[in-house]
């Protein structure tokens, strides 16, 4: 079949296609179509042996089971003949030239699928999923981008939800992964050494009762490359791959400028240009502030200037904008007259704003790079640089200083990771709303923070993909140095139009992004609140170097569910205590511990056993992780006494004390082991976000560590570490 320059292989060519490159298939024999067919057709099955599947075959025909074109376990030649015959009497002139395939019967009781497709964003792709009625029930499918290594071709069939198929099954044998990731292999040799493939399917993957594997059908469709997939309509080009690359020097000016001007102050404090201002020195920016106003009105004590042109040349790193739209081309052009290379626009009305404004945007970008000016934006949020007290932005809130770095194409999950970031102490190097990055968008600050000193992990937000190689490739840049952790929008279809209104932005396939972050070592998460926790917990603890946790809690349950986190997710062991472990933890606790991982100590704690018990279990070298649960308790009955009538008579002042001092202790005893043996330590209690002013909450932060919400929340951010220590090679 040929369309727009798209050609369908017929079966047998698919199959003689990929048997060159290492595919096998069921034993077959195609047949010509002539007057000696059904002659032909009863000596190939005779020759294969019975019983026989029989198919119709042409370039033309790609539903074969839809139009009855497949005879399955045909027993004899009379059978063979028959069946022969039905099939040719079924053809059309539309259907062209065909032949009879005969091969033999195969059968299992799993079956896969795999195959290669074509990504607009991010190119091409080898996919493995379950085939059969599973295929379309459970969706389970798994993709990796090519070129695809054996290794990652095992790793690929690991991210399949479903593992139990692989397994013994029903008294058949494991299935083999070696052979499957052969054929992967293979599908990715084909596409690399034949670029004229559009797409690849094999469907279905038989699994025999040894274990053993075998691909029973095939089919290939091919492209001139002329005809190869182009969204002309998709600027690929970028700050640093245009004609204007020397805007990405200007990346430190925009984070650590010398001098700010706020390009349409106001009076009034309802306003972008009053706001953005006030959040300048309020937060105690160390440089120079400027502000531009028409009537040259003094705000909030800075004098301004009734234009650009009126400011000192070659002084002011950083304009941030805050003007209508139809000012801001004459804005950039008096930038550039002043050597204002950095350009942070907020106004609305661009490409947000439907195609007259999609053009403006295209207008703004095209000027903004004429003049070598790095712009951010229209339609952002702003910025922030806690190592230079930096707070550009047209909404709070300004956080801590710490090592996390944000970049998002919504402004509202910049705030929110910095809502984070104020509530638990964990700061923030740099934060950036990339808004409608009609130059410079999420990649490109990705760029900059995988050289940045300030930051050791990258957060992120997405929504839509407008290049997915270059994003793809920032993302291995950063992730070969730091961690990366991203939230993606619109990974459902309601989600995906969604971020589609929003950002205006091309969105792919989401579990072909989610293969592009598996390869290239980003960790990916669903949702804000896990999204910082795991970064907190990368700009916090030190990466595992194994697999193995212990849980120590003195609050049973919570170890109970804290252990199903770990089991259900599969990343981390949760390791049976090492018998020298389990007889030094005996010496210390009633004979009612629970004698096993988690360690329960079941109320048997006295002053000092959730230290010593600390330190055996994290100095112990089979130990590589240890999450600690019930930090608080006793400052939350310490609280409940400060709180009664009966405080502080009765000895209640002195228990209470104690109370505080204990909590205290434990966080920073857990903090300063984690520094000493150099594995992550996890403290976990709901106290964290109930109350912030718990003694043992607060001592966490006071060693500038999280306070996880819950064991679960603690469990799943260590597993995401572990994975990233592995990817690394540091595991």
């Not at 020759?47 to 025909?61: E, H, N, S």
């Not at 001139?224 to 004609?243: C, F, G, Q, V, Y």
């Not at 804290?562 to 009633?590: E, Y």
């Not at 976000?689 to 919400?709: E, F, M, P, T, W």
């Amino acid at each position: 079949m040929n369309t727009s320059g798209q050609t369908t292989l017929s079966e047998a060519r698919s199959k003689q296609l990929l048997s060159r490159f290492g595919v096998k298939f069921a034993r077959e024999i195609e047949v010509m179509r002539d007057s000696d067919s059904i002659i032909n057709a009863v000596k190939a099955a005779e020759q294969i042996g019975f019983p026989v599947v029989v198919k119709l075959c042409g370039d033309l025909i790609t539903h074969k089971t839809e139009r009855g074109l497949v005879r399955l376990a045909v027993k004899t030649s009379t059978d063979v003949a028959q069946a022969a015959q039905e099939l040719l009497t079924k053809t059309s002139p539309q259907d062209g030239e065909v032949s009879l395939i005969v091969a033999s019967m195969e059968s299992g009781k799993r079956e896969f699928i795999a195959g290669v497709i074509r990504d607009p964003q991010f190119g091409l792709f080898v996919m493995i999923g379950l085939g059969g009625i599973y295929a379309e029930i459970l969706g389970d499918v798994a993709f990796a981008p090519v070129p695809l290594s054996h290794a990652g071709a095992l790793d690929l069939q690991r991210r399949l939800k479903q593992q139990a198929i692989f397994q013994e099954f029903r008294g058949e044998d494991a299935v083999s992964r070696e052979q499957i990731a052969d054929v992967l292999v293979a599908l990715s040799n084909a596409v690399e050494n034949d670029d004229s493939i559009a797409s690849i399917d094999i469907n279905p993957i038989l699994v025999r009762t040894d274990g053993s594997i075998v691909a029973v059908d095939a089919l290939v469709v091919t492209k001139t490359k002329s005809t190869l997939p182009i969204d002309e309509t998709r600027d690929t080009s970028s700050a640093t791959n245009s004609a204007t690359s020397s805007a990405s020097q200007y990346f430190d000016a925009l984070f650590n400028p010398r001098a700010v001007v706020v390009v349409g102050a106001s009076t009034h404090p309802g306003k972008f240009g009053f706001v953005s201002l006030h959040n300048l020195l309020s937060c105690g920016f160390k440089g120079e502030v400027f502000a531009t106003h028409l009537e040259r009105a003094e705000v909030l004590g800075v004098q301004s200037v009734s234009s650009i042109d009126d400011l000192p040349s070659d002084k002011i790193d950083l304009a941030f904008v805050c003007t209508p739209a139809s000012t801001n081309i004459e804005i950039l052009r008096a930038c550039a007259r002043k050597n204002i290379r950095t350009v942070y626009i907020t106004s609305a009305g661009y490409g947000d704003a439907g195609d007259a404004g999609l053009l403006a945007q295209q207008t703004l970008r095209d000027t903004a790079r004429e003049l070598d000016i790095l712009l951010i934006g229209p339609n952002g949020q702003g910025l922030v640089s806690t190592p230079v007290s930096l707070c550009a932005q047209i909404v709070g809130p300004y956080p801590p200083s710490g090592s996390i770095s944000v970049a998002s194409q919504s402004g509202n999950f910049v705030s929110s990771f910095m809502n984070y970031s104020r509530f638990t102490g964990i700061g923030i190097a740099r934060a950036i709303s990339a808004g409608n990055a009609a130059c410079t968008g999420v990649p490109e600050i990705l760029d900059y923070f995988a050289q940045d000193d300030k930051t050791s992990v990258a957060l992120v937000y997405i929504e839509g993909i407008s290049d997915g190689n270059k994003l793809a490739t920032s993302m291995k840049l950063i992730t070969a140095r730091k961690p990366l952790v991203v939230v993606k929008g619109g990974s459902t279809k309601s989600g995906a139009l969604a971020a589609a209104s929003h950002t205006g932005a091309l969105a792919s396939d989401d579990r072909v992004f989610d293969g592009v972050c598996q390869s290239n070592g980003v960790t990916r998460v669903t949702d804000a609140e896990e999204a910082f926790d795991v970064a907190a917990t990368f700009a916090t603890q030190p990466l595992p170097k194994g697999p193995n946790v212990v849980v120590l809690t003195t609050v049973g349950g919570w170890g109970v569910v804290t252990s199903d986190v770990i089991a259900k997710d599969g990343i981390l062991n949760l390791m049976s205590l090492p018998d020298d472990l389990s007889i030094n933890i005996s010496a210390l606790l009633p004979d009612r511990w629970s004698h096993n991982n988690p360690v329960d100590c079941a109320g048997g704690e006295t002053r000092d056993t959730i230290p010593e018990i600390l330190r055996l279990i994290a100095t112990h070298s089979s130990v590589d992780a240890v999450i600690f649960l019930g930090l608080g308790i006793q400052s939350n009955q310490a609280r409940l006494m400060t709180e009664g009538s009966f405080y502080p008579e009765y000895g209640l002042e002195r228990i209470v004390s104690y109370h505080q001092r204990q909590d205290e202790r434990f966080a920073q005893i857990a903090a300063e082991l984690s520094i000493e043996t150099g594995k992550p330590i996890l403290v976990a209690t709901e106290l964290g976000v109930a109350d912030d002013q718990n003694a043992g909450v607060k001592q966490i932060r006071l060693s500038h560590r999280l306070c996880y919400a819950n064991g679960q929340r603690a469990a799943r951010a260590l597993g995401r570490s572990y994975q990233y220590a592995k990817w690394r090679g540091l595991a």
